[in-house]
Protein backbone atom coordinates (compact mmCIF):
# COMPACT_ATOMS: atom_id res chain seq x y z
CA UNK A 1 0.00 0.00 0.00
CA UNK A 2 1.31 3.31 -0.68
CA UNK A 3 1.86 6.16 1.28
CA UNK A 4 -0.87 8.05 -0.66
CA UNK A 5 -3.05 5.28 0.41
CA UNK A 6 -2.13 5.19 3.73
CA UNK A 7 -3.33 9.50 3.80
CA UNK A 8 -6.71 8.29 2.13
CA UNK A 9 -7.60 5.94 5.22
CA UNK A 10 -6.01 8.30 7.81
CA UNK A 11 -8.39 11.32 6.28
CA UNK A 12 -11.10 8.52 6.51
CA UNK A 13 -10.57 7.59 10.53
CA UNK A 14 -10.36 11.29 10.83
CA UNK A 15 -13.95 12.04 10.13
CA UNK A 16 -16.94 10.74 12.21
CA UNK A 17 -16.50 6.96 12.39
CA UNK A 18 -20.09 5.46 13.25
CA UNK A 19 -20.65 2.30 15.19
CA UNK A 20 -24.32 2.20 14.78
CA UNK A 21 -24.96 -1.37 13.49
CA UNK A 22 -25.93 -1.51 10.08
CA UNK A 23 -27.06 -4.31 7.37
CA UNK A 24 -23.58 -4.37 5.77
CA UNK A 25 -21.65 -5.76 8.73
CA UNK A 26 -24.47 -8.31 9.94
CA UNK A 27 -23.86 -9.79 7.08
CA UNK A 28 -20.65 -10.36 7.78
CA UNK A 29 -21.03 -11.27 11.00
CA UNK A 30 -23.66 -14.03 9.73
CA UNK A 31 -21.11 -15.33 7.32
CA UNK A 32 -18.35 -14.82 10.17
CA UNK A 33 -20.61 -17.03 12.62
CA UNK A 34 -21.47 -19.60 9.32
CA UNK A 35 -17.95 -20.49 8.93
CA UNK A 36 -16.21 -20.14 12.62
CA UNK A 37 -19.61 -20.82 14.66
CA UNK A 38 -19.58 -19.77 18.45
CA UNK A 39 -17.42 -17.19 19.09
CA UNK A 40 -16.97 -17.31 22.86
CA UNK A 41 -13.77 -18.08 24.01
CA UNK A 42 -11.97 -18.44 20.64
CA UNK A 43 -9.04 -15.93 19.82
CA UNK A 44 -9.66 -14.24 16.91
CA UNK A 45 -7.42 -11.73 14.87
CA UNK A 46 -8.49 -8.78 12.70
CA UNK A 47 -5.99 -7.79 10.14
CA UNK A 48 -6.56 -4.40 9.19
CA UNK A 49 -8.78 -3.92 11.31
CA UNK A 50 -10.48 -0.32 10.55
CA UNK A 51 -12.79 1.03 12.57
CA UNK A 52 -12.88 -2.74 14.26
CA UNK A 53 -17.19 -2.48 14.69
CA UNK A 54 -17.51 -6.59 14.12
CA UNK A 55 -14.39 -7.13 16.29
CA UNK A 56 -16.38 -5.58 18.87
CA UNK A 57 -19.41 -7.20 18.97
CA UNK A 58 -17.03 -10.81 18.74
CA UNK A 59 -15.40 -9.27 21.90
CA UNK A 60 -19.28 -9.03 23.16
CA UNK A 61 -19.86 -12.74 22.77
CA UNK A 62 -17.05 -13.82 24.55
CA UNK A 63 -14.13 -13.65 21.76
CA UNK A 64 -10.64 -12.64 22.64
CA UNK A 65 -10.02 -10.62 20.40
CA UNK A 66 -6.70 -8.66 18.54
CA UNK A 67 -6.82 -5.69 15.91
CA UNK A 68 -3.81 -5.22 14.23
CA UNK A 69 -3.89 -1.85 11.77
CA UNK A 70 -1.32 0.47 10.28
CA UNK A 71 -3.21 3.56 11.32
CA UNK A 72 -3.16 4.75 14.49
CA UNK A 73 -6.18 6.83 14.02
CA UNK A 74 -8.35 4.16 13.35
CA UNK A 75 -6.74 2.06 16.45
CA UNK A 76 -7.47 4.87 18.90
CA UNK A 77 -11.35 4.93 17.93
CA UNK A 78 -11.41 1.36 18.44
CA UNK A 79 -9.96 1.82 21.98
CA UNK A 80 -12.71 4.23 22.47
CA UNK A 81 -15.30 2.42 20.90
CA UNK A 82 -14.12 -0.97 23.20
CA UNK A 83 -14.10 1.35 26.24
CA UNK A 84 -17.46 2.67 25.98
CA UNK A 85 -18.75 -0.72 25.31
CA UNK A 86 -17.04 -2.42 27.96
CA UNK A 87 -15.36 -4.70 26.10
CA UNK A 88 -11.71 -5.79 26.54
CA UNK A 89 -9.55 -5.96 22.92
CA UNK A 90 -6.01 -6.45 21.98
CA UNK A 91 -4.75 -3.17 19.67
CA UNK A 92 -1.72 -3.44 17.48
CA UNK A 93 0.25 -0.88 15.35
CA UNK A 94 1.88 -2.61 12.34
CA UNK A 95 1.77 -3.61 8.57
CA UNK A 96 -0.33 -6.00 7.95
CA UNK A 97 2.48 -7.53 5.99
CA UNK A 98 4.79 -8.09 8.89
CA UNK A 99 2.91 -8.35 11.95
CA UNK A 100 3.78 -7.45 15.41
CA UNK A 101 1.93 -10.74 16.39
CA UNK A 102 2.89 -14.24 17.59
CA UNK A 103 2.76 -16.79 15.71
CA UNK A 104 -0.04 -19.69 15.84
CA UNK A 105 -1.56 -17.49 18.40
CA UNK A 106 -5.56 -17.20 17.18
CA UNK A 107 -8.09 -19.72 15.88
CA UNK A 108 -9.70 -17.50 13.20
CA UNK A 109 -7.89 -14.57 11.39
CA UNK A 110 -9.80 -12.16 9.10
CA UNK A 111 -10.41 -9.28 7.46
CA UNK A 112 -13.25 -7.13 5.12
CA UNK A 113 -12.36 -4.47 2.80
CA UNK A 114 -8.56 -4.77 3.01
CA UNK A 115 -6.92 -7.11 0.13
CA UNK A 116 -8.00 -4.70 -2.57
CA UNK A 117 -6.14 -2.30 -2.03
CA UNK A 118 -2.76 -4.32 -2.49
CA UNK A 119 -0.99 -5.84 -5.63
CA UNK A 120 -1.03 -9.96 -6.12
CA UNK A 121 2.23 -10.28 -4.69
CA UNK A 122 1.30 -8.45 -1.32
CA UNK A 123 -1.97 -10.12 -1.12
CA UNK A 124 0.38 -13.46 -1.15
CA UNK A 125 2.43 -11.56 1.51
CA UNK A 126 -0.55 -10.62 3.92
CA UNK A 127 -2.10 -14.05 3.83
CA UNK A 128 1.19 -15.70 4.73
CA UNK A 129 1.31 -13.36 7.86
CA UNK A 130 -2.41 -14.10 8.51
CA UNK A 131 -1.31 -17.87 8.64
CA UNK A 132 1.44 -17.49 10.52
CA UNK A 133 -0.42 -15.65 13.57
CA UNK A 134 -3.12 -18.81 13.14
CA UNK A 135 -3.07 -21.88 14.77
CA UNK A 136 -3.07 -24.99 13.22
CA UNK A 137 -6.42 -26.49 11.90
CA UNK A 138 -7.65 -22.33 12.44
CA UNK A 139 -9.20 -20.23 9.55
CA UNK A 140 -8.03 -17.76 7.33
CA UNK A 141 -10.99 -15.48 5.97
CA UNK A 142 -11.31 -12.78 3.71
CA UNK A 143 -14.38 -10.62 2.57
CA UNK A 144 -13.03 -9.07 -0.87
CA UNK A 145 -15.05 -6.37 -3.30
CA UNK A 146 -16.40 -8.67 -6.06
CA UNK A 147 -15.67 -7.50 -9.65
CA UNK A 148 -19.11 -9.80 -11.16
CA UNK A 149 -21.14 -7.31 -8.65
CA UNK A 150 -22.48 -4.76 -10.74
CA UNK A 151 -24.29 -2.28 -8.49
CA UNK A 152 -20.66 -1.91 -6.78
CA UNK A 153 -18.98 -1.99 -10.31
CA UNK A 154 -21.27 1.04 -11.93
CA UNK A 155 -21.39 3.40 -8.83
CA UNK A 156 -17.73 3.10 -8.11
CA UNK A 157 -16.71 3.79 -12.02
CA UNK A 158 -19.30 6.58 -11.66
CA UNK A 159 -17.72 7.84 -8.31
CA UNK A 160 -13.88 7.66 -9.98
CA UNK A 161 -15.01 9.67 -13.12
CA UNK A 162 -16.32 12.46 -10.82
CA UNK A 163 -13.30 12.08 -8.64
CA UNK A 164 -16.11 11.70 -5.72
CA UNK A 165 -14.69 8.09 -4.78
CA UNK A 166 -13.71 8.03 -1.27
CA UNK A 167 -11.35 4.41 -1.04
CA UNK A 168 -8.61 5.44 -3.48
CA UNK A 169 -6.97 2.73 -5.10
CA UNK A 170 -8.85 -1.03 -4.91
CA UNK A 171 -9.94 -2.94 -7.43
CA UNK A 172 -11.91 -5.64 -6.90
CA UNK A 173 -11.85 -9.31 -7.70
CA UNK A 174 -12.99 -12.07 -9.30
CA UNK A 175 -11.18 -14.54 -7.05
CA UNK A 176 -8.04 -14.97 -4.29
CA UNK A 177 -7.77 -18.88 -4.56
CA UNK A 178 -4.08 -18.27 -6.15
CA UNK A 179 -2.93 -15.98 -3.39
CA UNK A 180 -4.21 -18.32 -1.37
CA UNK A 181 -2.43 -21.51 -2.46
CA UNK A 182 0.60 -19.39 -3.22
CA UNK A 183 0.65 -18.57 0.50
CA UNK A 184 0.23 -22.09 2.11
CA UNK A 185 -2.96 -21.70 3.21
CA UNK A 186 -5.29 -25.41 2.54
CA UNK A 187 -7.83 -23.54 0.18
CA UNK A 188 -11.54 -24.48 1.54
CA UNK A 189 -13.56 -22.24 -0.98
CA UNK A 190 -15.59 -19.03 -2.16
CA UNK A 191 -18.92 -17.50 -1.86
CA UNK A 192 -20.36 -14.43 -2.11
CA UNK A 193 -22.67 -12.03 -0.26
CA UNK A 194 -24.16 -8.75 -0.13
CA UNK A 195 -25.95 -8.04 -2.94
CA UNK A 196 -28.46 -5.85 -1.25
CA UNK A 197 -25.83 -4.04 0.22
CA UNK A 198 -23.81 -3.19 -3.23
CA UNK A 199 -27.04 -1.01 -3.90
CA UNK A 200 -25.44 1.28 -1.66
CA UNK A 201 -23.07 2.35 -4.24
CA UNK A 202 -25.57 3.37 -6.22
CA UNK A 203 -25.66 6.57 -4.36
CA UNK A 204 -22.63 8.15 -6.08
CA UNK A 205 -24.85 8.42 -9.06
CA UNK A 206 -27.31 11.66 -9.08
CA UNK A 207 -31.06 10.91 -8.78
CA UNK A 208 -30.20 7.24 -8.44
CA UNK A 209 -32.50 6.44 -5.79
CA UNK A 210 -35.63 5.72 -7.35
CA UNK A 211 -33.68 3.03 -9.30
CA UNK A 212 -31.95 1.55 -6.41
CA UNK A 213 -35.51 1.59 -4.42
CA UNK A 214 -36.92 -0.52 -7.61
CA UNK A 215 -34.10 -3.14 -7.62
CA UNK A 216 -34.62 -3.83 -3.98
CA UNK A 217 -38.04 -4.17 -4.09
CA UNK A 218 -37.99 -6.77 -7.71
CA UNK A 219 -34.66 -8.41 -5.51
CA UNK A 220 -36.55 -9.08 -2.47
CA UNK A 221 -39.40 -10.91 -4.78
CA UNK A 222 -37.00 -13.48 -5.84
CA UNK A 223 -37.17 -17.15 -4.51
CA UNK A 224 -33.61 -17.17 -2.87
CA UNK A 225 -32.60 -20.10 -5.93
CA UNK A 226 -32.94 -16.63 -8.51
CA UNK A 227 -31.38 -14.33 -5.68
CA UNK A 228 -28.11 -15.84 -6.09
CA UNK A 229 -27.75 -15.35 -9.54
CA UNK A 230 -26.83 -12.17 -8.92
CA UNK A 231 -23.70 -11.77 -7.28
CA UNK A 232 -23.36 -10.03 -4.21
CA UNK A 233 -20.18 -6.97 -3.07
CA UNK A 234 -18.48 -9.15 -1.09
CA UNK A 235 -16.01 -12.16 -2.29
CA UNK A 236 -15.94 -14.81 0.89
CA UNK A 237 -12.45 -16.50 0.60
CA UNK A 238 -11.99 -19.27 3.28
CA UNK A 239 -8.88 -21.35 4.06
CA UNK A 240 -7.41 -23.56 6.83
CA UNK A 241 -4.24 -23.61 8.34
CA UNK A 242 -2.77 -26.77 8.31
CA UNK A 243 1.22 -26.60 9.78
CA UNK A 244 3.46 -23.43 10.91
CA UNK A 245 3.28 -20.82 8.58
CA UNK A 246 0.37 -22.04 6.36
CA UNK A 247 1.83 -24.65 4.57
CA UNK A 248 -0.39 -27.55 3.76
Known sequence: MSD???????????????????????????????????FRDKDILEAGSGSGKI????????????????????????????RSAGCEGSFVLSD?????VSGQSNDLTWNAGVLEHFTSDEKVAI?????????????????????????????????ERQGTWMYGIEE???????????????????TNIGFLNSLDFLDYIPEAQPVKQAIRQ??????????????????VSAGKVRAFGGTA
Open 4 to 38: QQKKVWDGIWSGNVSYSWDPLSQSIYETMRELAGD
Open 96 to 100: IRCME
Open 55 to 82: SLRLAGEGARVTLVDYSEKALANSRAAF
Open 172 to 190: PVLTVEDEFRRSGIEWIGE
Open 127 to 159: LREMARVTRPGGMVVTLTPYAKCLPYRAGKAYG
Open 218 to 235: WYETLPAEEQRLFPGYLL
